[in-house]
């Protein structure tokens, strides 16, 4: 089984869709699916989470591609709001729903590994072999951005695309 997580709120859902659309067309293999969403509506009218309306529409489509694919829902407000409502990155011009995959190591419910993928992502080929990449003895592995290397740092990485080791 693959294990997949993403994050966000219900404004990604769209996103969400195509891409599961596009790893069902080219993966086969069942996949894991978690989806990591927080409410923060007191902050902004717009910060739903994620809903089980929108899961039934991601589990249709996870079907379509292996009938034992299962996703998961997993509520992450409690954490962050432990840690974050006085920080000052709850007011960037990013909304907070962009942290969300931070608390993963808090999630007990995680695998041992698992393939963060951003919800912009439009998936072109089987990702078999981008998960079966070893990462013992690593937090996670990620591939370097081609223009942060330019613009940021020559080990700037894309975090849109991350394999992670749970247990470490």
Do not use: W
């Amino acid at each position: 089984m693959i294990n997949l997580m993403f994050c966000g709120n219900d404004k990604v859902i769209d996103g969400m869709i195509i891409s599961l659309l596009s790893i069902v067309k080219h993966c086969k293999k069942p996949l894991n699916v978690f989806i990591l969403t927080m409410d923060l509506h007191e902050l902004n009218e717009t910060y739903m989470p994620i809903n089980e309306k929108h899961i039934a529409v991601l589990d249709k489509i996870l079907k379509q591609g292996n009938e034992n694919s299962q996703i998961h829902l997993i509520d992450i407000t409690k954490y962050f709001k432990e840690e974050m409502m006085n920080s000052a990155n709850i007011e960037t011009h990013y909304t907070p729903y962009i942290l969300v995959r931070l608390y993963s190591d808090k999630v007990e419910e995680l695998p041992d590994k698992v393939l963060y993928l951003d919800s912009d992502l439009v998936i072109y080929k089987n990702i078999e072999p981008l998960f079966d990449t070893k990462v013992d003895g690593y937090h996670f592995a990620a591939a370097g951005d081609y223009l942060g290397q330019f613009f940021i740092n020559k080990k700037y990485i894309n975090s849109g695309v991350l394999l992670m080791n749970m247990k470490k």
